[in-house]
């Protein structure tokens, strides 16, 4: 390839990413902002107002002015809307912690694993996304109704007397999230754990740590960016999580992907839904922006 | 520094039946599986030695220098560290230090924070760590990169914070594992005299492993030469060099040319060897071998003439043959002499003076010779 040709290449291999966040994430995003700006009505497409060519500069200058934060401003009015995204950013937060805490020993024992072991042990944890989503949720429910097969196990047992409420609680979300999510926390601290050079924790104990102290001052620090990165990939999807509450929780359990859900197609009110997942990510975007702000602030200090 | 050499030339404690090893393996064994990686090994390690384990990679030295600092246990067989054995007291209460071969400096600390590690696990009061670490720094001549972190920090720096890190904790011995060997040569060579300094300025025991065997002949007081588990010999750096026990030493340690033959006659104090290769020569040997039996005779490249002219000692050790090669190294030129039989034997000679008269060429006939105790005999 001559040297223009590989410039170009290099050019176009930058602008795919940027192009894929333009088509597929900027554009449909103003589009909802758009609509989250609009007001309902019986119509197709069921809002107001609808750009038209034909009426020109001035009619889009007019529709603009048509543009309203009433939407807005009805989510702040109805607690509904707050509950919602407060108890669905409470579900996420326990669900994120519950697997952090299931995924990190796994992860640390695939590490710990000899070589010849880990491509299998990896495929393990990757396994379950061989059978569909729904189906594994769906069976979640036999096991947990009341005369499912985890009742009848501790019933069996002698551990109780009578079946567990479990299904149509939180506790069936957290368990249904937990599952779900267990292998993209478990992935990426697994990576930041099998790079990570053995003799660091070898050298905290040479230096006087117990194996234990070594892990907490020197491996655990050293696995977060794996952590965090685990912990976003869980707790962003499960704040916004539509399936799992539906099936699992029960009709008090207030999540904002089944408040969006509802907007949406039971009230048929685009614009309210929109501003609904407008403010949803704004929420997670936000914080996010500022802790990696921060993040790059402390790894530029060092310097 | 004179005063150090001087103390140095007259450190021997283990030619002395009264010291005391600070170190003492005894008959340690070591298995992984069925691999033998120790093999029944006893050493001693006096205290203040600069103690070196030499041997290619897969000898065992490692994994020796890995039980003295607790990261494996000897299957069988007993380590005892100044009158204490070490069976069973885990890594983390052991009063040894080990500079890892990766350095293993903790990347998500900066340089002070990784050399005030140990202190720190130690309960030290605070004001004692920052002039630990303050103390260290200079020792190491990097205070002005304390709030750094490693990944900014060239090679030689990085190898630097992990000696000041593994000597902040006074530990009563310090492992070196390959320390060196992630430096360039130029650096390396800098960086052995600076060790051995060190060393004497601290007054500590160091067991280095390497398998360079340039930088355990420098900066090492005696090198263990090990092979398949075992120790082959124990000596100083010029009794290694010149009186190397085996075939496997005189060979593993610098250039040699190496003679088979058969013991034909032992005289006082000398040993005659009708060589293979057609000629006899006559060694200086105090423990000779039997008459009759199967010798080796191994003399060092440095230690061979090679001229025009018939020696006097001819047709003892000497031998005809033709330049093979010339190598021009600046401070010296080696020749590669190819005797009658079709051996070609290795000898080398200083270049003292800037030039010389009608050098040796190529193919030109020539005489080696060498003195009677300019070898060894090996038994093996």
């Known amino acids: 390839m001559s040297k223009f040709g590989s410039a170009l290449f290099n050019r176009l291999v930058i602008i795919i990413p940027y192009a894929w966040l333009l088509f597929f994430f900027l554009i449909p995003f103003f589009i909802v902002i758009r609509i989250s700006l609009s007001e309902t009505a019986v119509a197709m497409p069921p809002y107001l107002p609808v750009f038209d060519l034909a009426s020109g500069i001035g009619g889009f200058i007019d529709n603009i002015k048509q543009f309203s934060i009433d939407n807005y401003i009805w989510l702040t009015e109805d607690a509904l809307y707050a509950k919602a995204y407060g108890s669905s950013l409470w579900i996420a937060a326990v669900s994120t912690f519950l697997t952090l805490l299931i995924a990190y020993p796994v992860a640390y024992g695939m590490a710990q694993a000899p070589n010849t072991i880990r491509p299998t042990l990896l495929m393990l944890v990757i396994l379950p996304f061989w059978t569909s989503f729904l189906i594994r949720v769906y069976a979640w429910i036999a096991i947990l109704k009341p005369e499912g097969l985890f009742n009848q196990l501790l019933l069996t047992l002698g551990l109780i007397d009578q079946p567990l409420i479990i299904l149509n609680t939180n506790w069936a979300i957290y368990i249904g999230i937990v599952y779900s999510y267990l292998p993209f926390m478990v992935l990426p601290i697994y990576s930041s754990l099998e790079k990570m050079d053995h003799s660091l924790t070898e050298a905290a104990q040479d230096l006087g740590c117990t194996p234990i102290r070594a892990f907490w001052r020197v491996t655990f620090p050293l696995s977060m960016p794996g952590v965090v990165a685990g912990c976003m990939l869980v707790f962003i999807p499960a704040v916004g999580e539509f399936v799992i509450p539906d099936l699992l929780g029960g009709s008090e359990t207030l999540m904002i992907g089944k408040t969006l859900w509802n907007e949406f197609n039971a009230n048929r009110d685009w614009p309210v839904s929109a501003a609904v997942a407008t403010i949803l990510l704004l929420i997670l975007v936000v914080p996010i922006m500022f802790f990696q702000h921060a993040q790059a602030k402390a790894d530029g200090e060092g310097r | ?380």
């Open chain 2, 1 to 380: 520094m004179k005063s150090l050499g001087s103390i140095r030339r007259s450190f021997a404690p283990w030619a002395d039946p009264k010291s005391v090893p600070f170190i003492a393996v005894k008959n340690v064994t070591k298995k992984f599986g069925d691999f033998v990686a120790v093999d029944d090994l006893s050493l001693n390690i006096y205290p203040r030695e600069f103690f070196a384990l030499l041997g290619a990679s897969g000898c065992g030295k490692s994994t020796l220098l890995r039980m003295l600092a607790g990261f494996e246990q000897p299957t069988s067989g007993e380590i005892i560290l100044d009158g204490q054995s070490l069976a069973g007291i885990p890594p983390y209460k052991r009063p040894v230090n080990m500079m890892f071969q990766s350095y293993a400096l903790f990347p998500h600390m900066t340089v002070e924070n990784n050399i005030a590690f140990g202190l720190k696990q130690d309960g030290m009061p605070k004001a004692d760590i920052a002039e630990r670490v303050d103390q260290m720094l200079k020792l190491v001549k990097l205070d002005k990169f304390s709030k750094r972190k490693p990944h900014q920090l060239s090679g030689g720096q990085r190898q630097r914070v992990a000696l000041a890190r593994s000597l902040a904790k006074r530990p009563k011995v310090l492992l070196l594992d390959e320390p060196l060997g992630a430096l360039d040569k130029k650096l390396r060579e800098e960086t052995q005299f600076e060790l051995m300094d060190l060393q004497q300025e601290l007054g500590l025991t160091f067991v280095v492993v390497t398998h360079d065997q340039e930088e355990a002949m420098t900066m090492a007081d005696r090198i263990a030469v090990m092979a398949h588990g075992k120790v082959v010999q124990v000596a100083t750096p010029p009794e290694i060099y010149e009186a190397p026990n085996s075939r496997f030493v005189a060979d593993f340690i610098g250039d040699v040319n190496i003679f088979d033959g058969t013991v034909s006659s032992v005289g006082n104090g000398t040993v005659e060897i009708a060589t293979e290769t057609g000629f006899t020569v006559r060694v200086a040997s105090s423990e000779p071998p039997a008459v009759g039996a199967k010798a080796g005779f191994a003399v060092r490249p440095e230690k061979i003439r090679v001229g025009r002219d018939r020696p006097a000692c001819a047709p003892l050790n000497a031998a005809q043959g033709e330049i093979w090669d010339i190598g021009y190294l600046g401070d010296m030129t080696v020749f590669h002499v190819k005797l009658k039989d079709g051996k070609v034997i290795k000898a080398s000679s200083l270049n003292a003076v800037r030039a010389v008269e009608d050098p040796l060429g190529y193919d030109q006939e020539v005489w080696i010779s060498f003195d009677e105790n300019a070898g060894v005999v090996l038994k093996d």
